[in-house]
């Protein structure tokens, strides 16, 4: 027994110590250099699971039933395994969404509906309140323990405002604003906090470990002996065994693993310390084995204690402060005091971050929606909100806090804290469905959850909830003894018969049963609408997409100016720009002012937010500013169509950049085409040209150049100047036929006569040349659709250029027509030396001229790639025969026009 | 979710630990006897405990493959 | 001391009044029409100036300069390169097989007759 003065000091010493560690790691969090970035922090901070329920109830828990303590904490345990999945999940969806609580991560998932949101904060706050009773009879019971005498009542019947533990509640709801609502921030993050809590999990540690080796080696000779005393007492006995002698409940073990595995995600404590205060989502990979790790080790004594205890004090003590009493009876005062500080150390870290934990639910989903259905709320410009907020936030630590005190007053004697604390669990295990199936099943929609949440919190209600109400002497425990108004089947607590369940599997059954089989139920009933389908994708597919990458689910008008000012109403106008300003640099934008209002600043407006007052309240507020348009579901797939798209389109813009890339190599590669072809025009045009201005020259300076001489370069003169003119005349036809630009003056055309016509042209050059020419052609030949101009120029070059190469006096040509049923050929024999097999396509190229250089009879080179040009117009064409004995036989055909089409094949190169 | 080796065998070893942890396998170690002095149920349940979170460490600890 | 000058084309219009421009004024003309013969005849008779026309067939302008430059006997011999291609790349082409001047076709006969005299002069 210590003074209370004593008790009272250390208590508040202790929690001095701890405000000191909290505003440490909030400054060295303001500079920059943050404590609690390690995991051995985050996973020390998880521990804040084990509140004054560890600490007194487990030990009363192995008092009464042996190892029946330890399913609590196996289920976290099997949870841990799958953390790094579920948590990992978790913790990435919240980040990117900027998800501050569980019901904001509930409501967001289910197209940030507020419906939900509430009611999510409504079970929250109605299922907490008995933990929160557990902390505040926790500290109680510890801090009668230490200063009455062994042995005197725990609890007086004194009225509340002499009751020691209504102030204690209020200490407690001031050192919690204190902690956690002494400013906004957007994140909701809490460094101090969680340092705070991180070395309250090490003192409770090593103050039970204390505790513990004390009772084990101080009290006995070690567990041998500890167990071998124990064992000799049958009752103690039993408590060693699985069956406790009366039979194994299986399902309860498995019930309780299952609801503490579940609790572990769901209560708003764990949600804050494992999401919301994450730093670093790779923390999980260490924390997810030293919380259980942890566990283990708070554990490990509980039997123990437990067992000396019972041996010590025999049965019937009050089991639950063994870890005080045992050290007082041995006049281990100090040891006590030491217990005294962890088993307050752990009901304190409780109630704080759970107070922080579901005060932030309370303004965000509960309060601001409310708030902001009245217009003089919504109206109000320019003023500051976030004192209001804070105010709000801080009304609502204090109703928490009292609301607890309350249930205590009320309902404290009905359970043992472990009963109390299981109630809780069995509320917050109602969110289980509606968040997890929210992460892994698209389908989820919010009808669904809204249904199995109502459905689960309205049945704990009646199993669980009321009866410890009502066996707490507040009401008669007539409806439970036999049901409402007699009906049996309706007992809370063996609903339609099903009495073999304890009271808490039971419950347990019937509030998951009617959750999970209304979510999946209603879910199916309908399609998810169109803002949850997005929401669904962006939740379930976190892993897969980036989410400010991603499709902004939007389409509206919106003004930068209204955005700006939106946000800074409730972070400040400094820190509004400030994130304005971010954003425009992580966009590439030159200045905030330049940054467009579209849809992907909307959604980091309503984002940031969102840290500030809820998702849903915040996308209240940004709907109150922009002027949104409905998105449909087909909006919804068209975004998502359009994102996919924009994938697809790029993949497509690299193809396409590959194609045009050949394209362009095999333009470069016709350009230089084109440009030795202008390279050799002008060549050939200059070289006539030099020679007539080289001789004009001479002949104007030498005025004596004899006149022979002088009539020699005339003829030069005169002769390359035709020349000149024939080159350029052919150049250019050669231009307009490839160009497509050439006349064409189609009639019908007898070939018998356009022949005739032109060997008769060529007589004179023949017989000049003392060549014969022969002439072989049908009878009857139908008329042939062609232009004969072209075709006589063509007969013209073939017969000039056999003119050129046959010997001269003995020259023979021989010119035969043929025509079948596809059309007429046309071949130009001559017995001249032929064209050598290395020239014989070259002869069709532009400015190529056959024989050798120093023979070369007179020619542009030109002839006979135009003549292929005009045979090709028409559909026919030419080549050279390489199949004669002797000299060259050159030949073109031309169809008949089959399809009626003399077809325009003018654009061959 | 189960892409990697790392998160398939993080569920079987829950699956594992599910099936150790509860009934019947559970009960396999009820009974009167003891080890090293100890009586064998709590011990058995501890050793079991720590078994499952050393491996879980291994599994979280070792290299991603 | 007559300098002479190989005339080397393969366009007998131009030869004839290239020959008759250098004939009349003084100089000693050689005459090849292709590049195989300009180099032999280079060769043999060792004229100080070349006129060389670019586009030849069998060996161009440009590889009967090379040849040139890349013997020894031969380096000395002034080479004024002619060509009716005037394109920067050719010029540049020409001066780097090592042509001593590059006139374009059609050139004017003063300008001809003073590039060579200038050449001849800097000997």
């Known amino acids: 027994m210590l003074g209370a003065p004593w008790v009272v000091g250390v208590a508040f010493a202790y929690l001095l110590l701890l405000f000191a560690v909290a505003s440490f790691g909030d400054r060295r969090a303001r500079q920059g ?61 919240a980040r990117e969404h900027r998800i501050t609580s569980i019901a904001d991560f509930i409501a967001s998932r289910y197209g940030k509906s507020q419906a939900l949101a509430g009611l999510v904060t409504l079970i929250t706050v109605v299922g907490i309140v008995p933990y929160i009773a557990l902390q505040l009879k926790g500290i109680a019971v510890a801090y009668a323990l230490m200063t009455n005498a062994p042995g005197a009542p725990v609890t007086d019947a004194t009225p509340w405002w002499a009751d020691s533990t209504f102030y204690v509640a209020l200490a407690l709801a001031g050192f919690t604003i204190v902690f956690g609502a002494r400013h906004l921030d957007s994140a909701e993050r809490h460094e101090g906090m969680v340092a705070a809590i991180a070395f309250e999990s090490m003192v409770k540690l090593l103050a039970f470990l204390a505790v513990g080796a004390f009772a084990v080696w101080g009290l006995f000779d070690g567990l041998g002996d500890l167990f071998a005393r124990a064992r000799a ?108 500080v962890g088993g307050l150390s752990a009901a304190t870290g409780m109630v704080i971050v759970e107070a922080i934990a579901v005060s932030t639910m309370v303004c ?25 907020l804070l105010g709000i936030r801080r009304a609502a630590i204090v109703c928490i806090l009292l609301l607890g005190y309350l249930y205590f007053r009320l309902a404290g004697e009905a359970y043992a804290l472990v009963g109390i604390g299981l109630i809780s669990f069995a509320a917050v295990a109602q969110f289980a469905p509606a968040m997890l199936g929210g992460m892994y099943w698209k389908g989820g929609t919010r009808e669904g959850a809204l249904a199995g949440l109502l459905a689960g919190f309205a049945i704990w209600i009646y199993t669980l909830m009321l009866p410890s109400i009502a066996k707490s002497g507040w009401w008669s425990t007539g409806f439970v003894e036999h049901g409402p108004f007699g009906i049996a089947l309706l007992k809370p607590e063996a609903l339609l018969g099903m009495a073999r369940l304890d009271y808490l599997t039971h419950s347990l059954f019937w509030s998951l049963l009617a959750n999970i089989g209304l979510y999946v139920a209603v879910s199916l009933w309908r399609a998810p609408s169109a803002g949850e389908t997005s929401q669904a994708l962006l939740f379930v597919d976190v892993f897969h997409r980036n989410a400010a990458a991603g499709p902004a689910f939007w389409r509206g008008r919106a003004r930068v100016a209204d955005l700006l000012p939106l946000l800074g109403r409730f972070l400040g106008t400094a820190r509004a720009e400030a994130l304005f300003d971010e954003h425009a640099r992580q966009r590439g934008v030159p200045h905030r002012d330049a940054l467009q209002p579209d849809a992907r600043l909307v959604r980091f407006v309503e984002r940031q937010l969102a840290g500030a007052i809820g998702s849903a309240s915040a996308r209240v507020m940004v709907a109150s500013v922009v002027e949104e348009e409905p998105l449909d579901l087909d909006d919804v797939m068209r975004i998502l169509d359009e994102a996919s798209q924009i994938r697809a389109y790029s993949h497509r813009l690299e193809q396409v950049t590959e194609e045009l890339k050949r394209a362009n190599e095999q333009l470069k590669s016709l350009d230089r085409l084109k440009d030795d072809f202008m390279s050799s025009v002008t060549h050939e045009l200059r070289t006539p040209l030099t ?51 050439a006349e064409w003056h189609n009639t019908d055309v007898d070939l018998r006569k ?104 007179q020619g542009t080179g030109l002839g006979l790639p135009i003549s292929r040009q005009i045979v090709e117009h028409f559909g026919g064409s030419m080549w050279l025969r390489d199949d004669t004995a002797q000299g060259a036989c050159f030949c073109f055909s031309l169809p008949w026009p089959a399809s009626g089409a003399g077809t325009n094949s003018g654009d061959k190169t | 979710m189960l892409e990697s080796l790392r998160s398939q065998r993080l569920l079987a070893l829950f699956c594992a630990g599910l099936a150790l942890l509860n009934f019947p396998l559970l009960a396999l170690w009820d009974r009167d006897s003891s080890m090293l002095g100890l009586p064998l149920f709590p011990i058995a349940l501890f050793v079991l405990w720590a078994g499952l979170i050393a491996v879980l460490a291994l599994i979280l600890e070792g290299r991603e493959d | ?55 030849m067939p069998g060996k161009t302008g440009f590889d009967v300069c090379q040849e040139l430059r890349a013997d020894e006997a031969l380096n000395g011999t002034l080479v004024l390169m002619l060509t009716a291609k005037g394109r920067a790349t050719d010029i540049e082409k020409g001066l780097g097989v090592g042509a001593d001047a590059y006139m374009t076709k059609p050139f004017s006969t003063k300008d001809l007759l003073a590039k060579v005299a200038e050449m001849l002069a800097a000997r």
């Open chain 1, 33 to 93: 250099r943050s404590v609690i970035g390690t995991p051995w922090i985050y996973a020390l901070s998880m521990a804040v699971y084990c509140s004054a329920w560890t600490y007194f109830g487990s030990v009363g828990r192995a008092a009464s039933g042996g190892v029946w303590f330890l399913p609590i904490y196996l289920g976290p345990m099997l949870a841990m395994i799958l953390a790094w999945m579920l948590l990992r999940k978790m913790i990435r969806i």
């Open chain 1, 233 to 340: 007492v049958p009752e103690l006995a039993r408590l060693l065994t699985l069956g406790q002698g009366t039979g194994f409940a299986y399902e309860q073990w498995f019930a309780l693993t299952m609801l503490s595995g579940l609790s572990v995600l769901c209560l708003p404590r764990q949600f804050q310390v494992m999401v919301v205060e994450n730093v670093d989502e790779r923390h999980l990979k260490r924390a997810a084995w030293v919380f259980p790790l942890y566990l283990l080790l708070i554990n490990l004594f509980v039997l123990p204690i437990a067992l000396a205890g019972l041996l010590h004090f025999g049965a019937g003590a009050n089991a639950e402060g063994f870890v005080l009493t045992l050290p007082l009876a041995a006049g281990r005062e100090g040891l006590a005091l030491l217990a005294f």
């Open chain 1, 364 to 388: 965000n989903d509960l309060v601001m929606p409310l708030l902001l259905r009245t217009r003089r709320f919504r109206a109000a410009a320019g003023r500051d909100h976030t004192a209001f």
């Open chain 1, 691 to 741: 020679s007539i201005r080289a001789l004009a020259e001479l002949m104007r300076d030498d005025e004596q150049m004899p006149a022979a001489q002088r009539q020699e370069f005339l003829d030069i003169v005169v002769a390359e100047t035709e020349r000149l003119s024939r080159l350029v005349n052919q150049v250019l036809d050669m231009a307009k036929i490839e160009s497509g630009h």
């Open chain 1, 754 to 857: 356009l022949l005739t016509q032109a060997v008769q042209t060529t007589t004179e050059m023949m017989r000049e040349r003392g060549a014969t020419v022969d002439l072989h052609m049908p009878e009857t030949l139908p008329l042939l659709r062609a232009d004969a101009d072209r075709l006589i120029q063509v007969l013209l070059n073939l017969l000039s250029n056999a003119a050129k190469f046959v010997p001269r006096g003995s020259g023979h040509i021989d010119v035969r027509l043929e025509s079948d049923s596809t059309g007429v050929t046309i071949a130009v024999q001559d017995n001249g030396p032929g064209v050598p097999a290395g020239q014989r396509e070259l002869i069709f190229e532009r400015f190529r001229q056959g024989g050798d250089a120093l023979n070369r009879p």
């Open chain 3, 1 to 55: 001391m007559t300098h002479r000058i190989l005339i080397a084309d393969d366009e007998p219009n131009i030869v004839v009044s290239l020959e008759y421009l250098m004939k009349r004024a003084g100089y000693e003309v050689l005459i090849a029409r292709d590049g195989q013969e300009a180099i032999d005849t280079i060769r043999r008779e060792r004229p100080q100036l070349v006129l060389l026309d670019v586009m």
